[in-house]
T-cell receptor, first 113, second 111 residues
Protein backbone atom coordinates (compact mmCIF):
# COMPACT_ATOMS: atom_id res chain seq x y z
CA UNK A 1 0.00 0.00 0.00
CA UNK A 2 1.24 3.49 -0.85
CA UNK A 3 -0.84 5.09 1.91
CA UNK A 4 -1.65 8.75 1.27
CA UNK A 5 -0.01 10.25 -1.82
CA UNK A 6 0.19 14.00 -2.34
CA UNK A 7 1.37 15.85 -5.40
CA UNK A 8 3.16 18.10 -6.11
CA UNK A 9 5.80 18.30 -3.38
CA UNK A 10 6.63 21.93 -4.09
CA UNK A 11 4.97 24.68 -6.09
CA UNK A 12 5.43 28.38 -6.64
CA UNK A 13 2.40 30.34 -7.82
CA UNK A 14 1.93 33.94 -8.84
CA UNK A 15 -0.88 35.92 -7.21
CA UNK A 16 -4.15 35.20 -8.97
CA UNK A 17 -3.10 31.87 -10.47
CA UNK A 18 -4.98 28.70 -9.71
CA UNK A 19 -3.89 25.16 -9.02
CA UNK A 20 -5.06 21.83 -7.70
CA UNK A 21 -3.28 19.89 -4.98
CA UNK A 22 -3.82 16.19 -5.51
CA UNK A 23 -4.40 13.66 -2.76
CA UNK A 24 -5.06 9.96 -3.13
CA UNK A 25 -5.25 7.12 -0.62
CA UNK A 26 -5.37 3.38 -1.25
CA UNK A 27 -6.57 2.26 2.19
CA UNK A 28 -10.30 2.56 1.45
CA UNK A 29 -10.63 5.21 4.14
CA UNK A 30 -13.92 7.07 4.32
CA UNK A 31 -12.58 10.14 6.11
CA UNK A 32 -10.21 12.51 4.36
CA UNK A 33 -8.90 15.90 5.44
CA UNK A 34 -6.93 18.85 4.16
CA UNK A 35 -4.81 20.78 6.65
CA UNK A 36 -2.49 23.71 6.35
CA UNK A 37 0.53 24.19 8.56
CA UNK A 38 1.94 27.65 9.16
CA UNK A 39 5.09 28.43 11.18
CA UNK A 40 4.44 28.41 14.91
CA UNK A 41 0.83 27.31 14.48
CA UNK A 42 -0.91 24.00 14.89
CA UNK A 43 -2.41 22.29 11.87
CA UNK A 44 -5.62 23.97 10.74
CA UNK A 45 -8.43 22.09 9.02
CA UNK A 46 -9.41 23.48 5.62
CA UNK A 47 -11.96 20.95 4.39
CA UNK A 48 -12.90 17.42 5.20
CA UNK A 49 -14.94 14.60 3.69
CA UNK A 50 -16.75 11.70 5.32
CA UNK A 51 -17.21 9.76 2.09
CA UNK A 52 -17.55 10.04 -1.67
CA UNK A 53 -19.83 12.92 -2.60
CA UNK A 54 -19.79 14.47 0.88
CA UNK A 55 -17.57 17.38 1.85
CA UNK A 56 -17.72 20.11 4.47
CA UNK A 57 -15.81 23.18 5.55
CA UNK A 58 -13.29 23.15 8.31
CA UNK A 59 -11.81 26.03 10.26
CA UNK A 60 -10.12 27.95 7.40
CA UNK A 61 -11.97 27.18 4.12
CA UNK A 62 -11.90 30.61 2.46
CA UNK A 63 -10.09 30.62 -0.87
CA UNK A 64 -10.25 26.84 -1.29
CA UNK A 65 -12.58 24.27 -2.79
CA UNK A 66 -12.69 20.49 -2.69
CA UNK A 67 -14.46 17.62 -4.33
CA UNK A 68 -14.74 13.92 -3.51
CA UNK A 69 -15.99 12.01 -6.51
CA UNK A 70 -14.34 8.75 -5.43
CA UNK A 71 -13.31 7.20 -2.12
CA UNK A 72 -9.66 7.37 -3.16
CA UNK A 73 -9.25 10.99 -4.31
CA UNK A 74 -9.70 14.29 -2.51
CA UNK A 75 -8.23 17.19 -4.51
CA UNK A 76 -7.91 20.70 -3.07
CA UNK A 77 -8.40 23.61 -5.46
CA UNK A 78 -7.01 27.12 -5.06
CA UNK A 79 -8.83 29.42 -7.47
CA UNK A 80 -7.17 32.81 -7.03
CA UNK A 81 -3.93 32.33 -5.16
CA UNK A 82 -3.04 34.93 -2.54
CA UNK A 83 0.16 35.38 -0.49
CA UNK A 84 -1.82 34.37 2.63
CA UNK A 85 -2.10 30.89 1.13
CA UNK A 86 1.64 30.38 1.32
CA UNK A 87 1.85 27.36 3.58
CA UNK A 88 2.55 23.66 3.81
CA UNK A 89 -0.52 21.59 2.97
CA UNK A 90 -1.16 18.11 4.31
CA UNK A 91 -3.76 15.65 3.22
CA UNK A 92 -4.77 12.98 5.73
CA UNK A 93 -7.17 10.09 5.95
CA UNK A 94 -8.65 7.84 8.61
CA UNK A 95 -10.82 4.75 8.66
CA UNK A 96 -13.54 6.06 10.95
CA UNK A 97 -14.40 9.34 12.60
CA UNK A 98 -13.61 8.04 16.04
CA UNK A 99 -10.49 6.45 17.40
CA UNK A 100 -8.58 5.39 14.34
CA UNK A 101 -5.11 6.65 13.44
CA UNK A 102 -4.58 9.53 11.06
CA UNK A 103 -2.49 8.79 7.98
CA UNK A 104 -0.76 11.79 6.44
CA UNK A 105 0.69 12.50 3.05
CA UNK A 106 4.17 13.99 2.73
CA UNK A 107 2.91 17.52 2.27
CA UNK A 108 2.95 20.17 -0.44
CA UNK A 109 5.00 23.30 0.15
CA UNK A 110 3.25 26.15 -1.66
CA UNK A 111 4.62 29.65 -2.11
CA UNK A 112 2.48 32.44 -3.56
CA UNK A 113 4.40 35.52 -4.71
CA UNK B 1 -6.46 30.25 23.92
CA UNK B 2 -5.24 27.03 22.35
CA UNK B 3 -7.16 23.92 23.15
CA UNK B 4 -3.89 21.95 23.14
CA UNK B 5 -0.71 23.19 24.79
CA UNK B 6 2.64 21.47 24.51
CA UNK B 7 5.82 21.95 26.50
CA UNK B 8 8.59 22.52 26.00
CA UNK B 9 8.50 24.24 22.60
CA UNK B 10 12.14 23.36 21.96
CA UNK B 11 14.30 20.70 23.51
CA UNK B 12 17.95 19.82 23.03
CA UNK B 13 19.28 16.61 24.54
CA UNK B 14 22.46 14.59 24.52
CA UNK B 15 22.32 11.16 22.96
CA UNK B 16 21.19 8.61 25.52
CA UNK B 17 19.15 11.00 27.65
CA UNK B 18 15.60 10.31 28.78
CA UNK B 19 13.21 12.79 27.21
CA UNK B 20 9.72 13.90 28.23
CA UNK B 21 7.35 16.01 26.17
CA UNK B 22 4.13 17.19 27.75
CA UNK B 23 0.68 17.88 26.35
CA UNK B 24 -2.27 19.48 28.14
CA UNK B 25 -5.69 19.94 26.61
CA UNK B 26 -8.88 21.70 27.60
CA UNK B 27 -11.63 19.92 25.64
CA UNK B 28 -13.39 16.63 26.14
CA UNK B 29 -11.72 14.05 23.97
CA UNK B 30 -12.29 10.61 22.59
CA UNK B 31 -8.61 10.01 21.82
CA UNK B 32 -5.20 11.67 21.89
CA UNK B 33 -2.61 11.24 19.16
CA UNK B 34 1.12 11.74 19.17
CA UNK B 35 2.60 12.54 15.77
CA UNK B 36 6.18 12.84 14.54
CA UNK B 37 7.30 15.23 11.82
CA UNK B 38 10.83 15.05 10.43
CA UNK B 39 12.37 18.15 8.84
CA UNK B 40 11.12 18.53 5.29
CA UNK B 41 9.10 15.38 5.63
CA UNK B 42 5.64 14.16 6.24
CA UNK B 43 3.83 13.42 9.46
CA UNK B 44 3.72 9.98 10.99
CA UNK B 45 1.32 8.77 13.64
CA UNK B 46 3.18 7.35 16.66
CA UNK B 47 0.42 6.63 19.13
CA UNK B 48 -3.30 6.88 19.57
CA UNK B 49 -4.54 6.46 23.12
CA UNK B 50 -7.62 7.11 25.18
CA UNK B 51 -6.42 5.74 28.53
CA UNK B 52 -3.39 4.39 30.32
CA UNK B 53 -0.10 3.83 28.59
CA UNK B 54 1.29 2.54 25.30
CA UNK B 55 4.84 1.51 24.42
CA UNK B 56 6.52 1.11 21.07
CA UNK B 57 10.23 0.41 21.14
CA UNK B 58 11.90 3.28 23.01
CA UNK B 59 8.77 5.45 22.95
CA UNK B 60 6.19 5.48 25.71
CA UNK B 61 2.99 7.51 25.76
CA UNK B 62 0.79 8.03 28.79
CA UNK B 63 -2.48 9.82 29.33
CA UNK B 64 -4.36 10.98 32.43
CA UNK B 65 -7.92 11.70 31.36
CA UNK B 66 -8.93 13.27 34.69
CA UNK B 67 -6.03 15.73 34.56
CA UNK B 68 -6.33 16.24 30.77
CA UNK B 69 -2.64 15.59 30.33
CA UNK B 70 -0.45 13.32 28.27
CA UNK B 71 3.28 12.72 28.13
CA UNK B 72 5.53 11.27 25.46
CA UNK B 73 8.74 9.72 26.75
CA UNK B 74 11.77 8.70 24.72
CA UNK B 75 14.24 6.42 26.46
CA UNK B 76 17.90 6.25 25.37
CA UNK B 77 17.44 9.08 22.88
CA UNK B 78 19.24 8.94 19.55
CA UNK B 79 20.01 11.61 16.92
CA UNK B 80 17.47 9.97 14.61
CA UNK B 81 14.79 10.93 17.15
CA UNK B 82 15.37 14.58 16.18
CA UNK B 83 12.01 15.77 14.87
CA UNK B 84 8.96 17.82 15.78
CA UNK B 85 6.52 15.96 18.00
CA UNK B 86 2.90 17.04 17.77
CA UNK B 87 0.09 16.29 20.18
CA UNK B 88 -3.42 16.16 18.71
CA UNK B 89 -6.73 15.50 20.40
CA UNK B 90 -9.88 14.23 18.78
CA UNK B 91 -12.84 16.11 20.14
CA UNK B 92 -15.55 13.99 21.70
CA UNK B 93 -18.09 16.15 19.89
CA UNK B 94 -18.18 15.95 16.11
CA UNK B 95 -17.92 19.66 15.36
CA UNK B 96 -16.33 19.53 11.95
CA UNK B 97 -12.98 20.47 13.43
CA UNK B 98 -12.50 17.01 14.78
CA UNK B 99 -8.87 17.46 15.79
CA UNK B 100 -7.13 20.12 17.77
CA UNK B 101 -3.38 20.22 17.25
CA UNK B 102 -0.59 21.50 19.44
CA UNK B 103 2.11 23.67 17.89
CA UNK B 104 4.70 20.94 18.35
CA UNK B 105 7.87 20.33 20.32
CA UNK B 106 11.07 20.54 18.31
CA UNK B 107 13.55 17.96 19.59
CA UNK B 108 17.23 17.92 18.71
CA UNK B 109 19.36 15.04 19.96
CA UNK B 110 23.09 15.74 19.82
CA UNK B 111 25.54 12.84 19.35
Amino acid sequence: NAGVTQTPKFRILKIGQSMTLQCAQDMNHNYMYWYRQDPGMGLKLIYYSVGAGITDKGEVPNGYNVSRSTTEDFPLRLELAAPSQTSVYFCASSWTESNSPLHFGNGTRLTVT
Amino acid sequence: KNEVEQSPQNLTAQEGEFITINCSYSVGISALHWLQQHPGGGIVSLFMLSSGKKKHGRLIATINIQEKHSSLHITASHPRDSAVYICAVRSRIFTGNQFYFGTGTSLTVIP
